[in-house]
């Protein structure tokens, strides 16, 4: 394949995860936002989004084959098509319903979004692998591009479902977002080069999903703990905390809420996937060997582990909502951001350093499988610390998921 190829499609494919993951994370704030001002507990709207990450981890166990087996296009395509899908459904809520039916339902509308998103993550991350040169460290470079700018969209995705909630209310919302992506799909289709690489031998056997590779089973672990370090305050616990503290109770101060709470998250992840886009340069990686990149992602996964504990000491002093909480809770996560990015980047070149061109589906379907454990029990433990022991808890269990990916990133290290 010649330059100009892997360049275009390179292109086609990150436009066409950027366009998913707005739509994502816009839906996770329609989501969140609507049902908690509807009165749902901290641990009823964990349970919103936890078929969501279980969905991710089967996806990923299959996701892989799939993609090897089919071509990475037709799994991108999938991954679109079927976030439409959910986005149709979920239009379809009636408000008559009982909580536990709109949980059902709602539940399993996250379900099929968390099949989508997970085909659509696969296939671009496996297609880099793919098309990126290997001189000059192009491998991080495209990689953190494509990682920092997806999350950097996604944040904007987080202010849109917040703005759209105020603005058009939920169902009309959910509407105008299916019809966006549904546009985006076609323009995908018809703009993708043929011949995007992916697909292995037809007689490769399903089995075989666990990699061989000590390398990255042992990052799997570590990604794991990360983004559990991270979910456990950033899906329930904080937003709830925001939602309370910023909100009157009317409806002109929820529409506020709404508005602020969109906007800082939207900040938090637009900085994250900036950080992301820098990491690179940050870690200097041009021509580092991979042993010094190994060795500095564990000494970054040292640097996050106190951040969440001073965090969780700080709202235990204040025994209860305060301005200079608020303020330093903002400070605080902000560099929690900075040093989370940092080790997602470098996770995401690693997984692709380590595996082989080969079964490169099937490793980062592996790895993503652990990404979505790591959200699962992430999101189960924000709502239930939340409920059990408010924010202090939530933010001190971020500090011990955060502790054991340091301890699991340590393994990487030669003995």
């Given amino acids: 394949m010649s330059a100009a190829p892997p360049l275009r499609a390179y292109a086609a494919v990150t436009a066409a995860y950027w366009a998913f993951m707005l739509s994502d994370g816009a839906l996770r704030m329609l989501v969140l936002l609507h049902f908690n001002a509807l009165g749902f507990a901290p641990i009823q709207l964990a349970w919103l989004f936890l078929l969501y990450e279980v969905a991710g981890i089967v996806t990923n166990l299959g996701a892989g084959w799939l993609a090897a087996r089919f071509g990475l296009a037709a799994t991108l395509y999938g991954g679109l098509a079927l976030q439409i899908g959910a986005l149709i459904a979920l239009a379809q809520l009636d408000p008559g319903w009982s909580i536990a039916a709109s949980v059902a339902f709602v539940m399993a509308v996250q379900g099929v979004s968390g099949v989508a998103k997970d085909l659509a993550k696969m296939s671009s991350k496996s297609a880099v692998k793919l098309l990126a040169p290997t001189e000059a460290g192009g491998l991080f470079r495209w990689v953190a591009v494509l990682t920092g700018s997806k ?15 105020a603005l058009l209310g939920f169902t009309t919302a959910v509407w105008a977002m299916a019809g966006v992506l549904a546009a985006i799909l076609i323009a995908v289709v018809l703009f993708l080069p043929s011949g995007l690489p992916g697909r292995m031998k037809a007689d490769e056997a399903w089995g075989g999903w666990r990699s061989k590779d000590a ?5 799997s672990l570590a990604r794991l703990f990360l983004f559990g370090a991270r979910d456990v305050w950033f899906v329930v616990g904080i937003p709830v905390y925001f939602q309370s503290v910023l909100s009157d109770g ?4 929820r529409r506020e809420a709404f508005f602020l709470i969109g906007g800082f998250l939207a900040l938090w992840i637009i900085a994250y996937g900036a950080v992301q886009a820098a990491a690179p340069r940050i870690l200097g990686a041009k021509g580092q060997p991979e042993a010094e990149t190994v060795r500095k992602a564990v000494s970054w996964a040292g640097l996050l582990v106190p951040i969440p504990f001073l965090l969780a000491g700080a709202a235990w002093a204040a025994e209860g909502p305060a301005p200079w909480l608020t303020a330093t809770l903002i400070g605080g996560l902000l560099v929690f951001g900075f040093v989370f990015a940092i080790n997602s980047s470098v996770h995401s070149y690693l997984i692709l350093a380590f595996g082989s061109a080969e079964r490169i589906t099937r490793d980062v379907g592996f790895y993503y499988m652990a990404n979505a454990a790591g959200r699962l029990v992430g999101t189960l433990l924000s709502g239930l610390s939340y409920q059990l022991g408010g924010l202090p808890l939530c933010l001190a269990t971020a500090g011990v998921m955060a502790a054991a990916s340091w301890l699991a990133a340590r393994r990487l290290l030669p003995r």
Avoid: C, Y
């Fill in 250 to 253: 009317t409806a002109e101060g």
């Fill in 215 to 219: 390398r990255v089973n042992r990052l």
């Fill in 151 to 165: 999350n950097a969209v996604k944040g904007l995705g987080f202010f849109l479902g917040a703005a759209l909630l």
